[in-house]
């Protein structure tokens, strides 16, 4: 598919995990791994790298969360050190695997959208 694409919200296409350029094509090929080509409108994703943005993202989010979820939880109940294990574990596991992903695609498709890349080159097409 070719011509003028649209500007789409890097917000909208990030959390749907789709291209930013046309909003249809899917970003990642795996779980995490961005594809190299968008498969409806071929721009290549090949140079796109999001770094450690996500990750970092997340931790903020998640952290506080938890931390502050265990203390009530420990104030309230004084539940068993084994229980917390079982609880904040699968807690931080869970909520950084559910929220990497848009994080992520939210980032390239900003990279996109201001086409930025390393040392002020573009990134994409």
């Known amino acids: ?4 694409f649209p500007p789409l919200s890097p917000y909208s296409t990030g959390l749907m995990c789709r291209c930013p350029r046309c909003g249809v094509g899917r970003l990642f090929g795996g779980i995490l791994t961005i594809a190299v080509r968008c498969d409806h409108c071929d721009l290549d994703f090949s140079a796109s790298d999001s770094g450690d943005g996500p ?22 109940y004084t539940p068993p050190m084994w229980l917390h ?9 869970g ?16 990279q996109y959208r201001h086409k930025a890349g390393e040392s ?3 990134t994409f097409d």
């Open 95 to 110: 909520g950084s695997l559910l929220l990497l992903r848009p994080f992520k695609a939210i980032l390239v498709a900003l």
């Open 85 to 93: 294990l079982a609880l904040w574990i699968p807690a931080i596991l």
């Open 120 to 122: 002020g080159t573009p």
């Open 1 to 4: 598919m070719a011509g003028p």
């Open 55 to 76: 990750a970092v993202f997340v931790i903020f989010i998640i952290g506080p969360i938890v931390t502050g979820l265990a203390f009530w939880v420990e104030m309230a």
